[in-house]
């Protein structure tokens, strides 16, 4: 159902620059920057874009939609929707759904099921872990995304790649697509939690959490992952750092695209630190562990240094009977995919960051780190993923405007001051002022 739109007067924040100009969406791409007028836009629907500010659609790195398996949670349709509302125009999603994505064939009917429902543009990736390695290494793995080992831990203990330094030395030394780690040592973790078990049963408190997963589990995970990638010239991708500490083992010198380590930060390591673990609670249990108020702002300080490379949500959802249980009991993770610009573009209210960072590296730096075609910038010939932005328009998260299936979120009562206004999806208005069109499915990512 492509349209012929045009945006006015727009800000446009691309490339580093903020320019006032029109934007012109045919067919499904940008197909003209600049000052417009007359018989090209004769029949386009217009928007005033006057005072506003476009951004390249948000592409979300990594997110957990919980389909197949797991939708009592979230599934591709109810998540995708609250992502576009939010901006997000692009997702890859984690392979600790269930069945979990350790073959080609669960791979294929999860692009299956999100060509029916899935309101964004999508990518998946492969799981790998010391069950499939063997055949993992048997394919062409350069034809996914990457490979990931994310949030299967859950079905299985020991699973962490991070633990299993013998089997990353093997995957290592023959991947050659990006292998996107969670990093974080089991053991540590483990041996922790029995320090903390014995001074308080099961009622450890949740101010703990960041004490149990530790610093020391995520700095000597990273360092170790990060040796053996080294070693064997392997494209590593750390996801969701969440200490000051790690973000010293990555560099800064090079430009992305001839970086072999990369990394990236979650909106929620930005926003909370462990002073809101006494306002939230488990609400805020996410793995690895929301750490201090340093490390917060450390995490910031790397990212607009480019030692951290992109910015992800880990988009978790799970009902409020799983958050809401004993320390050991509640499940790890919270709905986020609907908030990350409103997050950063409150940063950037408080003079913590600038809009062209913002999509540098919610944007720009995501399509380029997992080699994306034609979307990630505002560029004519480029797919039309935008979205509008209203920078003076205060609101505040209530149930009755979150989008998730799960139908809460730990920002309820948080007041943002930035509103999206309207988002496109391969040229698509899928989102305006509240309203969604009917339901246009978003595309499979392509990728270099
Ligand atoms: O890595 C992960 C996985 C995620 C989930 O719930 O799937 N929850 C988390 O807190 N961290």
């Not at 003079?351 to 990630?376: D, F, P, Q, T």
Request: hydrophobic content about 35%.
């Amino acid at each position: 159902m492509h349209q012929s739109i045009v945006i006015k007067n727009v800000n446009i924040v691309n490339e580093g620059q903020i320019k006032s100009t029109d934007v012109f969406i045919q067919n499904g791409f940008i197909q003209k920057i600049g000052n417009l007028s007359g018989e090209i836009t004769k029949d386009a629907k217009t928007i005033d874009g006057t005072g506003k500010y476009l951004f390249p659609g948000i592409i979300d790195g990594q997110v957990h939609f919980r389909e197949p398996g797991l939708t009592h949670k979230g599934d591709l349709y109810t998540e995708s929707r609250a992502a576009v509302a939010g901006g997000t125009t692009s997702f890859i999603d984690m392979p600790n759904t269930v069945p979990n994505v350790l073959t080609t064939e669960i791979l294929d009917e999860k692009f299956r099921i999100a060509s029916k429902k899935s309101w964004a543009n999508y990518s998946f990736f492969l799981g790998v872990n010391n069950d499939n390695l063997d055949s993992v290494l048997q394919m062409d793995t350069s034809q996914f995304i990457g490979v990931s080992d994310d949030g299967l831990y859950f079905t299985k203990k020991g699973n962490l790649l991070a633990d299993s330094p013998d089997t990353m030395e093997k995957l290592f030394s023959n991947c050659k697509s990006i292998i996107a780690i969670h990093s974080e040592m089991e053991k540590i973790i483990e041996e922790n939690e029995e320090i903390y078990r014995a001074e308080y049963g099961e009622d450890v408190p949740i101010a703990c959490h960041p004490l149990i997963r530790s610093e020391e589990g995520c700095y000597q995970s990273t360092k170790r992952a990060i040796a053996i990638a080294e070693k064997h010239k392997a494209r590593l991708h750390i996801l969701h750092l969440t200490t000051e500490a790690e973000t010293h083992l990555f560099r800064n010198d090079i430009p992305l695209r001839e970086k072999n380590i990369t990394t990236e930060v979650s909106v929620q390591n930005l926003w909370f630190s462990d002073k809101d673990y006494q306002r939230l609670g488990t609400l805020i249990k996410w793995n690895p562990a929301i750490k201090t108020e340093q490390d917060r702002v450390g995490l910031l300080k790397a990212l607009l240094d480019d030692r951290i490379d992109i910015i992800t949500t880990d988009h978790a959802p799970h009902s409020l009977e799983e958050k809401e249980k004993p320390y050991f009991q509640s499940m790890s993770g919270a709905p986020m995919v609907q908030h990350s610009l409103y997050i950063m573009l409150e940063l950037y209210k408080q003079g913590l960051i600038s809009l062209e960072k913002i999509a540098e590296k919610m944007c720009h730096n995501v399509a380029i780190l997992y080699g994306i075609e034609k979307r990630g910038f505002i560029r004519e010939g480029y797919f039309a993923d935008l979205t509008l932005v209203d920078l003076n328009s205060p609101w505040t998260v209530g149930k009755e405007n979150i989008l998730y299936k799960c139908g809460w979120s730990p920002l309820e009562g948080e007041t943002f001051q930035s509103k999206v206004t309207h988002t496109f999806v391969n040229g698509n208005l899928v989102y305006e002022n509240g309203n969604f069109s009917e339901f246009i499915p978003g595309q499979r990512l392509e990728f270099k």
